[in-house]
């Protein structure tokens, strides 16, 4: 069965547990925090596929590095080691962060600008563009990239909305050379 799948089953047993326990809110956190850890430390993956520690050891691992986590998401990675299905610990993440966001009505945005962003131009950016995806409103990731001369450039899901000095120019760059081409 593919990662996908059982990443996407896992994320919509724990979405349902933490409806019928009312702990959505925690259970998202933890997973925000999961999927950080996971992703930025490649020794915790490492570590939880080696074949000669045992899966008790491993599980004292999880339940050392992630005190404070709730008990439902501490037995969700027991599980997991259990099941030799650690490498679904980002999918699993992801795919339950998204079912929280849709279920709230938000979607998480990257938006990159030539400085950070005040909190106000975070709040206009996000009425602005979640109606255009179908959403409430915009959980935003703001990077700044000097590349883009001046603008913004936003990325919800797999759309872009690019109003760069940066993107703009790159277009007209296209057309005078198609336009050449045809010319």
């Known amino acids: 069965m593919s990662e996908v799948v059982v990443a996407k089953r896992y994320a919509d047993a724990l979405f349902e547990l933490g409806q019928e326990k009312s702990k959505l809110d925690t259970f998202q956190e933890e997973m925000k925090t999961l999927r950080q850890v996971a992703l930025e430390n490649g020794s915790l993956e490492t570590v939880l596929k080696h074949p000669r520690i045992p899966a008790d050891r491993k599980k004292e691992l999880v339940k050392e590095s992630f005190k404070g986590f709730s008990e439902e998401v501490l037995h ?4 997991l080691i259990d099941r030799h299905r650690t490498d679904i610990i980002v999918p699993l993440a992801e795919r339950f962060l998204e079912e929280v966001h849709r279920h709230q009505g938000v979607q998480e945005a990257t938006v990159y600008t030539v400085r950070e962003l005040s909190e106000e131009e975070k709040q206009r950016l996000s009425k602005t563009f979640a109606p255009k995806v179908g959403k409430d409103s915009l959980i935003i ?10 603008g913004v450039r936003i990325r919800i899901g797999n759309r872009i909305f690019d109003g760069s000095v940066r993107g703009k120019l790159d277009q007209m760059e296209r057309e005078l050379l198609s336009a050449n081409n045809r010319g």
């Not at 969700?76 to 599980?79: D, F, I, Q, S, W």
């Not at 990731?141 to 001046?150: A, E, F, S, T």
């Open 76 to 79: 969700t990675l027991h599980l």
């Open 141 to 150: 990731d703001n990077r700044v990239d000097p590349d883009l001369l001046g």
